[in-house]
């Protein structure tokens, strides 16, 4: 079993739509929960951080965190074509160390 | 403010050969992470550098090194280089254990 895993899609989603994003993890003690996002060729730019139980909300973007199922989302509303890219999960598993997954990719279609 | 700036962006270096990679840290940040991310792949933690010290390391061989230096600045040092070391390799500044921001990376090609 991998220790945070996603599906890798591709996700399609039409412009204007909420897209959903998810991600399980193994190490029921970890205790931050990070999603990248990842243009083609470019760096993960850090866009949403949660560290508690429920919602965390920042403009278009709404992470959820569920300790007890060991499950973590994120939610893209109103997507827009600029939103494509792939979205890393990442999991602080202690000693500063972040564990990936190998991200989902997103496609928003006009 | 500054962001988190790497060098070289790309290299090309054949099979045997050594490499040094190079981080400067955003402005404020006292730690430095590197991450290997092969292609298609979510990034690998390699190691952590705080207060100049080695914090922590992931499933790499020794041959994999690094340095932080006391203006927080990094280098990533791989010896023996071998064909699967081709990849982006990232590395990520932060204060202590608080959110970590990616440079742009160097891309490496071992031939």
């Known amino acids: 079993q991998k220790e945070v895993e996603q599906n890798s899609g591709p996700l399609s989603v039409p412009e204007g739509a909420i897209a959903s994003l998810n991600c399980t993890y193994s190490d029921r003690v970890s205790q931050s929960f990070f999603w990248y996002r990842q243009y083609s060729g470019k760096s993960p730019e850090l866009i949403m951080s949660i560290y508690s139980n429920g919602d965390k909300e920042d403009g278009r973007f709404t992470a959820q965190l569920n300790k007890a199922s060991q499950y973590v989302s994120l939610l893209i509303r109103d997507s827009q074509p600029s939103d494509s890219a792939t979205y890393l999960c990442a999991v602080n598993q202690g000693a500063q160390k972040l564990v990936f997954g190998q991200g989902t990719r997103l496609t928003i279609n006009p | 403010e500054t962001g988190v700036t790497q060098s070289p962006t790309h290299l090309i270096k054949t099979r045997g050969q050594q490499v040094t990679l190079r981080c400067s840290s955003q402005s404020g940040h006292n730690t430095v992470s590197w991450y290997q991310q092969a292609l298609g792949q979510g990034p690998q933690f390699i190691f952590q550098?705080?207060?100049?010290?080695?914090?922590g390391r992931g499933n790499f061989p020794p041959r994999f090194s690094g340095l932080q230096f006391p203006n927080y600045s990094s280098e990533l040092n791989v010896n023996a280089l071998e064909l699967d070391d081709s990849a982006l390799y990232l590395c990520a500044s932060s204060f202590g254990d608080n959110e970590q921001f990616f440079g742009p990376g160097t891309r490496l090609t071992v031939l």
């Open positions: 550098y705080y207060r100049e010290e080695e914090n």
